[in-house]
């Protein structure tokens, strides 16, 4: 069997922050394609602080609408495989990575040998220090279609070919409490217990003071009561004076972790925090190859980690840092956010693999790109996903969705 082609689609829809989420109605940056004096370009301006707008320095830029890159790879035997990158700005970013730099060195190659095709496409970059990223979000993508090629080719299950299933269902949270006032959160938190079935609810924070913050998550703490557990993403937000202070009032609320605290870059501030809180850290949704995650393992910096599989590198780096926070008897939990059903197969499959895999984040907020795409929706229910079993990936797309949502151009 030989790789064909590799195409990349970018994906854009609407989306209503306020909403969905309760987040700010991104600002528009001005008109980018106009900037470029590219008139044809669909490019879409990112936008600035969509969480708040307070503090500046940790926040990515958000599209208005949502976006993703879904990658298919053909081969000569007729089989295709589905990817997605992670890539909510600026998705042709990754597609022109995928055409210029990873498509020209997998063609011809046999798709099987998928950990041999890993190291080849990072190989592309590596002297050159590209080695996160959205380098490492195209290799994620196209690794992805190749594992889902794989398994169609044997008729089985990715999570099979990796070894087989410790569980036949996934363990999620519902992420995110959308609502513009606490009562509305509150409501809201509680519906997704009564009405959803999940025993896990994510709240947000960073975008308030410090007490009104804290005063949040203590009302939804409360109205989850023992029927759910809280966690609390803090995206970045704080310093490590104002995380201390949080963390210590939050841990008060049985918290089952506190996301994000710090800015990413501050490996010793959260092995500080880590070993002056009880409750559990977590972070590492920035982190994209094994070797960053080793490094935080290794310092105990975390106790959590939270790798995302469209943007660590796909499913075959997933797999080792996986295991390697095994060796750290540290367990993993499946960062998702905002992007199609085909990158929660793919968290699924390595979730059922793994023994140290936690718990799975399932988006609650209205998602333009979400099961419509597929012919047979991935489900979610009672708190848990049902792990795909048909071959490969085990999803099927709706081209005509999906035709409905690809940008042309
Ligand atoms: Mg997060």
């Given at each position: 069997m030989?790789?064909?082609?590799?195409?990349?689609?970018?994906?854009?829809?609407?989306?209503?922050?306020?909403?969905?989420?309760?987040?700010?109605?991104?600002?528009v940056?001005?008109?980018h394609?106009?900037?470029?004096?590219?008139?044809?370009?669909?490019?879409?301006i990112?936008?600035?602080?969509?969480?708040?707008?307070?503090?500046?320095?940790?926040?990515?830029?958000?599209?208005?609408?949502?976006?993703?890159?879904?990658?298919?790879v053909?081969?000569?035997?007729?089989?295709?495989?589905?990817?997605?990158?992670?890539?909510?700005?600026?998705?042709?970013?990754?597609?022109?990575?995928?055409?210029?730099?990873?498509?020209p060195?997998?063609?011809g190659?046999?798709?099987?040998?998928?950990?041999?095709?890993?190291?080849?496409?990072?190989?592309?970059?590596?002297?050159?220090?590209?080695?996160?990223?959205?380098?490492?979000?195209?290799?994620?993508?196209?690794?992805?279609?190749?594992?889902?090629?794989?398994g169609?080719?044997?008729?089985?299950?990715?999570?099979?070919?990796?070894?087989?299933?410790?569980a036949?269902r996934?363990?999620?949270y519902?992420?995110?409490?959308?609502?513009?006032?606490?009562q509305?959160?509150?409501?809201?938190?509680?519906?997704?217990?009564?009405?959803?079935?999940?025993?896990?609810?994510?709240g947000?924070?960073?975008?308030?003071?410090?007490?009104?913050?804290?005063?949040?998550?203590?009302?939804?703490?409360?109205?989850?009561g023992?029927?759910?557990?809280?966690?609390?993403?803090?995206?970045?937000?704080?310093n490590?004076?104002e995380?201390?202070?949080?963390?210590?009032?939050?841990?008060?609320?049985?918290?089952?972790?506190?996301?994000?605290?710090?800015?990413?870059?501050?490996?010793?501030g959260?092995?500080l925090?880590?070993d002056?809180?009880?409750?559990?850290?977590?972070?590492g949704?920035?982190?994209?190859?094994?070797y960053?995650?080793?490094?935080?393992?290794?310092a105990?910096?975390?106790?959590?980690?939270?790798?995302?599989?469209?943007?660590?590198?796909?499913?075959?780096?997933g797999?080792?840092?996986?295991?390697?926070?095994?060796v750290h008897h540290?367990?993993?939990?499946?960062?998702v956010?905002?992007g199609?059903?085909?990158?929660?197969?793919a968290?699924?499959?390595?979730?059922?693999?793994?023994p140290?895999?936690?718990?799975?984040?399932?988006?609650?907020?209205?998602?333009?790109?979400?099961?419509?795409?597929?012919?047979?929706?991935?489900?979610?229910?009672?708190?848990?996903?049902?792990?795909?079993?048909?071959?490969?990936?085990?999803?099927?797309?709706?081209?005509?969705?999906?035709?409905?949502?690809?940008?042309?151009?």
């Open positions: 030989k790789i064909t082609a590799i195409q990349a689609f970018p994906l854009r829809a609407s989306r209503d922050y306020v909403a969905s989420t309760g987040l700010q109605t991104p600002k940056a001005g008109q394609s106009r900037a470029l004096g590219a008139a044809q370009s669909p490019v879409e990112p936008v600035e602080r969509a969480l708040t707008g307070a503090r500046t320095r940790h926040i990515c830029s958000y599209p208005r609408g949502v976006q993703s890159l879904l990658i298919r053909q081969t000569d035997a007729g089989i295709a495989g589905i990817g997605e990158s992670h890539a909510p700005v600026a998705p042709q970013v990754a597609k022109a990575v995928i055409e210029h730099l990873l498509g060195a997998l063609l190659e046999d798709p099987r040998a998928v950990d041999v095709l890993w190291e080849k496409m990072a190989s592309t970059m590596r002297l050159r220090g590209h080695t996160t990223g959205f380098l490492t979000e195209a290799i994620a993508g196209v690794d992805i279609a190749l594992w889902d090629i794989f169609k080719a044997v008729g089985l299950p990715i999570y099979q070919l990796l070894g087989g299933g410790y036949d996934i363990k999620a519902a992420s995110g409490v959308p609502g513009k006032t606490r509305a959160q509150v409501d809201n938190a509680r519906r997704f217990v009564e009405e959803l079935g999940f025993t896990a609810v994510k947000s924070i960073g975008r308030n003071s410090l007490e009104l913050d804290v005063a949040a998550m203590a009302a939804l703490a409360d109205a989850l023992t029927d759910a557990h809280l966690l609390v993403d803090a995206h970045g937000a704080y490590a004076q995380a201390t202070q949080v963390g210590l009032e939050l841990q008060s609320l049985d918290i089952y972790w506190f996301e994000d605290p710090l800015m990413p870059e501050d490996h010793a959260y092995k925090l880590s002056r809180l009880d409750m559990a850290v977590a972070a949704e920035t982190e994209c190859n094994r960053q995650f080793r490094d935080r393992l290794a105990r910096a975390v106790d959590v980690i939270l790798p995302d599989v469209c943007r660590a590198g796909g499913i075959s780096e797999l080792k840092i996986a295991r390697l926070a095994d540290t367990p993993w939990a499946a960062h956010s905002m199609t059903p085909v990158h929660i197969a968290a699924l499959h390595l979730a059922a693999a793994t140290n895999f936690l718990i799975c984040e399932c988006p609650t907020h209205q998602n333009p790109i979400g099961n419509q795409l597929l012919r047979t929706p991935i489900v979610c229910e009672d708190g848990f996903f049902h792990l795909p079993e048909g071959p490969g990936l085990g999803i099927e797309l709706d081209e005509e969705a999906l035709e409905s949502v690809t940008l042309h151009a």
